[in-house]
């Protein structure tokens, strides 16, 4: 039996800003079928980790259940990671994320945690703004339990053992325009070149970043007739821009393109493919959806931008150090404090 | 850049980075894995069909293999395997091998063919024709066969035992073998009755040097190669207390490995040229310096100083080597005072010649530059259709396996000129590729690599060596550290095979791989698309593998050069589009084997 990670890497690897290597940024050998999208995000994720110089240790992965939400324990081996209910990651990112304002949340989930038992919480988490990149890996079906059409399965398409699906899909970058997320990407797990740039922007993003990442299901859902295979998902994919991160240390010079400033001075730069939408306007990147939805369209790229709205924090007014930072004295101030609490309440 | 065609032999056989440095390209994956199993007896065959010498050679080999092997360059400060040590190994540890040679027919083919020299050259040539039914007459001017290997390499890295063994293995087959016979006429030799002739003489004159001091001190003064011919043949048994030794080739360190045998205390070693210009190999280096023999550089020798018509000491000039733009190097004097070693012999060891003072220039064979003769460079045949070189006396002084690669050669040339046939029209490589499969993480091979460093191979005890001549030093790995290190070898002939008509191009083998060692891109020029793979491209030496176009219009690219061989991108594949298939290439050679599959193939 071969279950090795060859302890070899290429000689030419280099250290990152802060000292580690990209080994340092891969996780346990996985479990999933050969071939699985899932794998090429835990990729992805990687590169964009050791390229961005992300301390692993600050770091706190997030999943629900699913061959999708198993893929924390594939990457940022040495991050803090919390392996849920199915459906209700987001309360448990919720929860850690007001105890610990200060580390990186990265939520991943697949359209079935997300999207038929998590809609609830997906739901509420958006509206809380929570500081966050949340990775749908969306193959259409629940692959952990052997390929059952998800909600977000076309209506017409077709798994490796089921019947054609009746119900009407729920687009997640839709929903989340919707209802208020301020950073809507979609991708595809096949497209490096985007998806690293996004993750990066995703993960600077003050605020919650979805990125909808169609990741093919090669065991359950990689036949002819599903609209979630690697060869549909090439044949129907569009950009609606070529995206581009840029460090905050570094330089650019002006070259046509959108830049949207991150807070922490990183650059997102986005050259817009002709015809499409300002990513900073929310009416016209919901259109733009709906619009590629009647096309048959799968529309990829940076959707939809805001860096200029309040987060979970900053909504409820918490103090700046991490909850959890706080001694007892501070958490729990005594009775007097809570009288006055109630006072105010009456 | 265009689809790579694998089903050409060389492309294959290239990532086998030991195999296609080997001048005998000896499939040597192959018998590494063997032994890494315990079973020597096969990889000796393995050994000997490819180079004659296992036993020698696993001894002496100057193992262009190692510097060539892709286990030095994974990581910075690896080393690569110890391909020619795990050789000794399975010649220390085999079993019968006699009875897996091939026969030698009674009836004889008619044909007779003559070996004037028997070194390695000759005797490969030997090896390879008798079990075709020639008849082969060897003429040799030492007392017994084996050339260099015999009256050159000192016994205390080549026991006479060893020699003996596989110069008996070939000379047993029924050579007509004449020792103590000097060949002085090529035109006596064309004379008799021998359908081709093959001059395996080697390159025995050793280099003089003309400064003063030179003639009057003939007596202390010796020609290296001489000088170490006299001691394995008993003529000499001492040596001055100290001794010089000038050159920095593997000779010099021979000699001053033996002088300090023989009664050197100060023996040291005098180059003129930078040490990283020394043409001597590290590891003879390392053994010779480990045995308290100083080395000195830049130093050029001047004058042999005299004192009651004895030479007592060397003068030398120091220099400093200037190279130009073209890497040229001319040695300046320093401008410093000259410097003078006392000693009470000299041992010169600073090149060979060629000579062919036997061979008259009025028959036909012509001689070109330096004195050499004028060759097909394929097929060894001269100027004069019947007769053939090879080994040092082909092209110069070089060593025992080239001078085996070139046995291999000129019998086939032989072979195919008795017949009659055209010498161009040359048997090709025997290649094989099989699936090494078993099931989806299970492999036939032992994937994971091991992490270990280098093992050395143990010494005797310096005090007890350096008193005794013939006492070997290296030990050779036991079996442990030779398990061990066989485990280092990445198995470099199981071949990453791509079928592109089933890659769906779900990237799972880029995402895998270990090294970086795979990129789905656009097409584009070699230094183009060099430049945008996924990891750093810069081994040139190394060809890229690039896939005919694939669906999305890409094509994929692996470049060879850090590759593990571990399998991954095949267990990572969804479609089988990898595979890893062990590939096995065997060098073109005389029908001297009975083509059975190979002892390795037949037992996988
Ligand atoms: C000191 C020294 C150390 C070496 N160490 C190594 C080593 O560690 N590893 C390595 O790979 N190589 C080594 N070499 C080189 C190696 O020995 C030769 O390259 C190799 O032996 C060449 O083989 P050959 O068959 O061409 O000729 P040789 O081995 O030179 O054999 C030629 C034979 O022909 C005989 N001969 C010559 N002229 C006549 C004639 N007219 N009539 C009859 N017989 C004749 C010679 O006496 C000799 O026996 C060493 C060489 C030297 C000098
Ligand atoms: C509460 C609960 N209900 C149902 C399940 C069974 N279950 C496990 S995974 C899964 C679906 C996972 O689908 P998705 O999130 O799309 O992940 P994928 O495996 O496709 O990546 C279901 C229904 C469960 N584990 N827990
Ligand atoms: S079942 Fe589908 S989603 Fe799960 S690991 Fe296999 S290919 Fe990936
Ligand atoms: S690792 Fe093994 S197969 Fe590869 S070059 Fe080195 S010795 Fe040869
Ligand atoms: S065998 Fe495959 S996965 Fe392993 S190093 Fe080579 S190309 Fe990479
Ligand atoms: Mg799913």
Request: aromatic share 6%.
């Amino acid at each position: 039996m071969s279950y090795i990670i060859p302890r070899f890497r290429h000689p030419c690897t280099v250290p990152n800003d802060i000292g580690y290597t990209r080994q340092d940024y891969e996780g346990a050998l996985s479990t999933l079928c050969a071939g699985c999208g899932h794998d090429s995000i835990s990729a992805a994720l990687v590169q964009a980790c050791y390229e961005m110089s992300v301390a692993p240790h600050l770091v706190a992965k997030l999943s629900g259940i699913g061959c999708s939400s198993k893929t924390p324990a594939y990457f940022l081996r040495q991050s803090h990671g919390f392996n849920s209910v199915h459906g209700r990651m987001p309360s448990v990112a919720t929860g850690a994320y007001l105890a610990n304002r200060d580390l990186t949340y990265l939520g991943v989930s697949g359209d079935g945690d997300t999207a038929s038992i998590g809609l609830g919480q997906f739901a509420h988490v958006m509206r809380r703004n929570l500081n966050m990149l949340y990775i749908i890996e969306n193959n259409g079906c629940y692959g952990l339990t052997k390929g059952q059409d998800s909600a977000t399965a076309d209506v017409g398409s077709k798994t490796k053992h089921g019947q054609a699906n009746v119900f009407s899909p729920i687009d997640p970058a839709g929903l989340a325009l919707n209802i208020g997320a301020t950073f809507v990407a979609r991708s595809f797990s096949g497209d490096k070149a985007q998806l690293v740039p996004l993750i990066k922007a995703g993960l600077h993003h003050p605020g919650f970043a979805l990125i909808d990442v169609i990741s093919p299901c090669v065991t359950f859902n990689n036949i002819p007739a599903s609209t979630k295979s690697y060869t549909y998902t090439r044949e129907h994919m569009t950009a609606a821009d070529v995206v581009d991160f840029v460090p905050a240390a570094a330089k650019y010079g002006a070259d046509g393109a959108i830049d949207v400033k991150m807070p922490d001075g990183a650059t997102v730069k986005l050259r817009r493919l002709p015809d499409h939408h300002d990513p900073r306007n929310r009416a016209a990147a919901a259109a733009a959806v709906l619009a590629a939805q009647e096309r048959g369209e799968v529309l990829t790229g940076l959707i939809y931008i805001d860096t200029g709205r309040p987060d979970l924090h900053a909504m409820l007014e918490t103090t700046e150090t991490p909850l959890r930072a706080l001694d007892e004295k501070a958490l729990c101030p005594g009775a007097r404090a809570l009288d006055a609490v109630n006072r105010n309440a009456r | 850049m265009e689809p790579t065609v694998t089903e050409d032999p060389e492309y294959f056989h290239k990532v086998v980075n030991c195999q296609y440095a080997c001048p005998a390209h000896t499939p040597v994956p192959a018998y590494i894995r063997l032994i890494a199993a315990g079973r020597h007896t096969e990889a000796y065959m393995i050994n000997w069909e490819a180079n004659v010498f296992p036993g020698v050679l696993g001894r002496t080999c100057d193992r262009p293999c190692e510097p060539a092997c892709r286990r030095g360059r994974i990581e910075k400060d690896e080393e690569p395997v110890a391909v020619c040590r795990l050789k000794r190994v399975c010649a220390d540890l085999k079993g019968d091998v006699k009875s897996l040679m091939p026969e030698i027919p009674k009836k004889k083919n008619g044909r007779r063919v003559a070996l004037i020299g028997g070194g390695p050259a000759s005797l490969t040539v030997a090896r390879d024709l008798m079990p075709l039914g020639y008849t082969c007459i060897l003429f040799d001017n030492q007392k017994r066969g084996g050339g260099m290997m015999r009256s050159q390499i000192p016994s205390f890295r080549l026991p006479e035992k060893v020699l003996d063994e596989e110069v008996g293995y070939i000379t047993d087959m029924g050579v007509d073998a004449h020792f103590n016979q000097d060949v002085t006429s090529m035109k006596e030799m064309l004379a008799r009755d021998f359908d081709a002739v093959f001059v395996g003489t080697g390159a025995p004159r050793g280099r003089d040097l003309d400064i003063p001091g030179r003639q009057e001190a003939d007596k202390q003064i010796h020609i290296g190669i001489d000088w170490l011919a006299s001691v394995a043949f008993g003529h000499i048994a001492s040596i001055g207390k100290r001794v010089i030794v000038l050159g920095g080739g593997n000779t010099a360190m021979d000699c001053c490995r033996t002088a300090r045998r023989l009664g050197g205390e100060d023996v040291r070693v005098v180059v003129r040229s930078p040490f990283k210009d020394m043409k001597a190999s590290p590891w003879e280096r390392e053994d010779a310096e480990a045995e308290d023999i100083p080395m000195f550089e830049n130093h050029v020798p001047k004058e042999f100083k005299m004192k009651d018509g004895k030479v007592v000491a060397v003068m030398f000039e120091k220099v400093r080597a200037v190279y130009d733009d073209k890497g040229k190097r001319t040695l300046v004097p320093a401008g410093e005072a000259p410097v003078v070693m006392e000693c009470d012999d000299v041992l010169m060891a600073i090149g060979q010649d060629n000579a062919f003072p036997w061979i008259e220039r009025d028959i036909g064979i012509d001689f070109g530059k330096w004195d050499l003769p004028v060759l097909d460079k394929k097929t060894f045949q001269s100027t004069l259709p019947k007769v053939f070189f090879g080994g040092d006396a082909a092209f110069g002084p070089a060593n025992i396996i080239t001078a085996v690669a070139h046995g291999h050669q000129a019998a086939i040339s032989i072979d195919i000129f008795c017949r009659g046939k055209n010498l161009s029209d040359r048997p090709h490589p025997a290649v094989t590729l099989v699936s090494q499969k078993m099931n989806v993480h299970e492999w036939s091979y032992s994937n994971d690599v091991s992490g270990a460093d280098r093992f050395a191979v143990p010494h005797a005890d310096r005090k007890k060596t350096l008193k005794d001549m013939k006492m070997e030093v290296e030990l050779g790995f036991d079996v442990k550290a030779a398990c061990a290190e066989a485990s280092r070898c990445l198995n470099c002939d199981v071949q990453t095979v791509f079928e592109s008509g089933r890659c769906i191009e779900c990237d799972a083998c880029a995402d895998v791989c270990p090294m970086s060692a795979i990129t789905f891109a656009e097409n584009g020029a070699e230094d183009d698309l060099r430049g945008r793979l996924n990891a750093v491209s810069d081994n040139r030496g190394q060809t890229l593998f690039v896939s005919p176009a694939l669906p999305t219009g890409r094509v994929l690219v692996k470049d060879e050069d850090v590759c593990l061989h571990c399998g991954l991108c095949a267990e990572r594949c969804p479609t089988e589009a990898w595979d890893m298939k062990k590939f096995l290439y065997t060098a073109p050679k005389t029908a001297c084997f009975k083509k059975t599959e190979t002892p390795e193939n037949e037992a996988a």
